[in-house]
């Protein structure tokens, strides 16, 4: 049995990321292999609702050329709120006993914080750039420093026959960075036995993070000192980078004491041959509802979006099943193939990409800091590029290998933090 967790499934590039699962899983896997999808929803109608939707999938597949579709899928719907430490940390322990194994876990649940639109920027940067403008927007508006509910209750709780005053005014915690960021690298690292007990003949457990194209805008406004992303008007921005900051200098011996400790089951040292591994991918420019705008705007959204795509742009995969392409391909594909073409080009953050028509594949994304694979001196591509972007330099690539080092420092310190304080709440 493989072993998928999806998190924010039930719409949108969640509930698209199930779908491409099966349809692909079933492609490429024997008859004899099954997989168990898990999915989260912040409740459990959503849950039920999802399933229902994706078990018609299996109906019509099984009704074609997967007759045995419904024996080899099954679901598992789980309820969790990633702006909530104590729901997170409730269904990590609820998995871990209940799961044998997880051999993927897909960190899809996303939160924009967004207000609207600035229209008088939108319409100045289209005019200057359309392509850039509708790939790296900077006219979103959202509001500055959005915390979220107290994590802790206002009350005394006993612990190992002791009495203990919970902690009744912790420091606030970023709503976007928590949904974004913080829940999951508490999921992540709450579940890290189970990834482990996937790693088997050759294959190692995988943790892929859902980042965004737009974190290129924001490679100059990103801190460390505040990556929470609270003094931010692009908070959502901020969060991404964060986490191409974090996957793409896991792997490096400057990260390694803090990653160590992040992949290490609790109370347990680990062989780094077992460890789960850790990728960044992004979906290109999705049609979806986390923009709040009205019905009108949004169809006009859309067609700035084919525009966009027959101008040339590699990046509008709009579709969100298209955009699911990169982290399901993360997810099924061989780990030897993997490991193959990162000894060739370097560790990458991996994007759903389209062609004039459409057609979906999974390209390699430029970072700032970092470029395709973090190998100074790479062949530059062109083709869907920011503009301003720079061929990468030692320099750059010293400061974001710093930069990695500091945030995994400040996430493993937080991460203390908190579960010193949620220690016994669930």
């Not at 036995?193 to 194209?213: T, Y």
């Not at 803090?258 to 609790?266: E, G, H, I, T, Y």
């Not at 067609?303 to 040339?312: E, K, N, S």
Request: aromatic content about 8%; glycine content about 10%; some cysteine.
């Amino acid at each position: 049995m493989f072993y998928v967790l999806v998190t924010g499934a039930n719409s949108g590039l969640g509930f698209s990321t199930c779908c491409r699962l099966i349809d692909e899983f079933l492609d490429t896997r024997l008859g004899s292999e099954c997989i168990t999808i898990i999915l989260t929803t912040r409740d459990v109608r959503k849950g039920g609702s999802t399933i229902a939707r994706l078990s018609k999938h299996v109906d019509k597949l099984s009704k074609g050329k997967h007759p045995d579709a419904k024996t080899r899928i099954s679901f598992q719907a789980e309820v969790m709120a990633l702006d909530s430490l104590v729901s997170v940390r409730r269904l990590s322990g609820k998995l871990l006993e209940r799961l044998p194994k997880l051999d993927v876990i897909i960190l899809n649940a996303g939160y924009g914080g967004w207000t609207g639109v600035d229209y008088w920027m939108a319409t100045k940067q289209s005019m200057t750039g359309f392509v850039q403008s509708v790939t790296w927007p900077t006219y979103k508006t959202s509001d500055m420093g959005l915390v979220t509910k107290s994590q802790l209750p206002n009350i005394d709780s006993l612990i190992q026959g002791k009495q203990k005053t919970v902690d009744d005014n912790p420091p606030p915690l970023g709503e976007v960075f928590c949904i974004n960021v913080f829940g999951h690298y508490l999921l992540s690292h709450n579940l890290s036995p189970l990834l482990m007990n996937a790693s088997s003949s050759g294959e190692r457990g995988r943790i892929i993070w859902l980042s965004s194209i737009e974190t290129e805008a924001v490679i100059d406004a990103f801190s460390a000192d505040d990556i929470q992303g609270l003094t931010s008007p692009m908070a959502y921005e901020i969060s991404k980078r964060l986490s191409d900051v974090l996957v793409l200098t896991s792997h490096l011996p400057a990260t390694r004491p803090w990653v160590d400790n992040f992949l290490s089951a609790p109370g347990e040292r680990q062989s780094d041959s077992i460890k789960p591994k850790l990728y960044i991918t992004h979906p290109g420019i999705c049609s979806t509802e986390i923009l709040p705008v009205h019905w009108i705007l949004n169809l006009l959204k859309l067609l700035t979006f084919y525009i966009a795509r027959w101008l040339g742009s590699p990046w509008h995969s709009i579709d969100p099943y298209k955009g699911a392409c990169a982290p399901v391909w993360i997810a099924l594909t061989p780990q030897p193939q993997l490991d193959a073409v990162e000894a060739s080009e370097g560790a990458g953050k991996w994007g759903s990409s389209t062609d004039w028509w459409g057609n979906e594949r999974v390209r390699r994304t430029e970072v700032g800091g970092w470029g395709w694979g973090g190998v100074v001196g790479e062949v530059v591509q062109r083709a869907g590029r920011i503009s301003g972007a720079k061929a990468l330099t030692r320099e750059a690539r010293e400061e974001f290998e710093g930069l990695g080092r500091e945030c995994w420092k400040r996430m493993e310190g937080l991460r203390k933090e908190w579960e010193e304080r949620l220690d016994g709440l669930d």
